[in-house]
Structures are given as C-alpha cells and as structure tokens.
C-alpha cells in the first residue's frame, strides 16, 4: 500500500549565499516561517536540522549559492514538515563514523537523530538533502 499526501503546502523557499552567514538566516528563516503558519513546535528540530544541512552545503558543495526550502505535507491526518537544502554539487552527502573526541562531522548524525527519515536526491546539476520532521506526540 503507498500513502498518498493529501496535502502540501511550500512554506519558505529562498536561495542564500554560500557563506557560513547563511547558517544563521537560515535558522532565522525556518523559525519565521513555522511560527507563521502555527507550526512552532517543529522549530527546535527544524532549525537544527536546516543549521546542520546548510553548514554541510556551505563546507563541501563549493557553491556559490544554496537552497534552503521548507514544506508542509499532510497525509491521512499526520502532519509533516519537510525541510530541503540544495546545492550545485552532484556528490552525495556521506555519514562518516566519528571519534568522540571530534570537533566536527557530526552534522548527518543530528539530521538522523532529529528526524524520522533523510534521504538525498539528484537535482539538477546538484543535489537536494530532505529531512521529514514528524510532530511529537
């Protein structure tokens, strides 16, 4: 059986520099967004996750820009919330197993810890990483 959406809803799609400034504006802009449209508490998740996904963007896509989109999807009443970054680098990301003693690498791990599923694609020349946030019970 295949779940089929109901509904979905863009909710920010905006493209940021490729600079480690864009961390910020993009936790910026995810709080915004989720708060207009009465979804605050996927805020805490979502802003991590979109923090960690733009830090790998900027750090290894070598790109002048990237995408950062977030969306709302309806399905047989759940509500999720989808948040999507893009880049013009066609390498697919690659969790690593890190040393406890690591200062850096661990930014798939939290995607995965604060998710219930990522996963990657082709888009365009580059690629799109997709993290699904499900509400907390």
């Known amino acids: 059986?295949?779940?089929?959406?109901?509904?979905?809803?863009?909710?920010?799609?905006f493209?940021?520099?490729?600079?480690?400034y864009s961390v910020q504006m993009a936790r910026f802009y995810v709080r915004a967004a989720l708060a207009y449209h009465?979804?605050?508490d996927y805020s805490a998740d979502a802003e991590e996750v979109a923090s960690?996904?733009?830090?790998?963007?900027?750090?290894h896509a070598g790109a002048p820009s990237i995408?950062?989109?977030?969306?709302?999807?309806?399905?047989?009443?759940?509500?999720t919330v989808?948040?999507?970054v893009t880049d013009s680098s066609p390498l697919p990301p690659v969790m690593r197993a890190v040393p406890d003693d690591a200062e850096h690498?661990?930014?798939?791990?939290?995607?995965?810890?604060?998710?219930?599923?990522?996963?990657w694609a082709p888009h365009g020349t580059g690629k799109?990483?997709?993290?699904?946030l499900m509400r907390k019970g």
Request: aromatic share 4%.
């Open 128 to 132: 799109g990483v997709y993290a699904i």
């Open 38 to 40: 009465y979804l605050g």
């Open 1 to 13: 059986m295949t779940a089929t959406a109901t509904g979905t809803a863009s909710l920010i799609a």
């Open 52 to 59: 960690e996904l733009v830090t790998n963007a900027v750090t």
């Open 15 to 20: 493209t940021l520099p490729s600079t480690p």
């Open 67 to 79: 995408g950062l989109g977030l969306v709302r999807v309806e399905n047989s009443g759940a509500l």
């Open 105 to 119: 690498g661990r930014g798939l791990h939290i995607v995965a810890a604060l998710s219930a599923a990522w996963t």
């Open 82 to 84: 989808v948040v999507a």
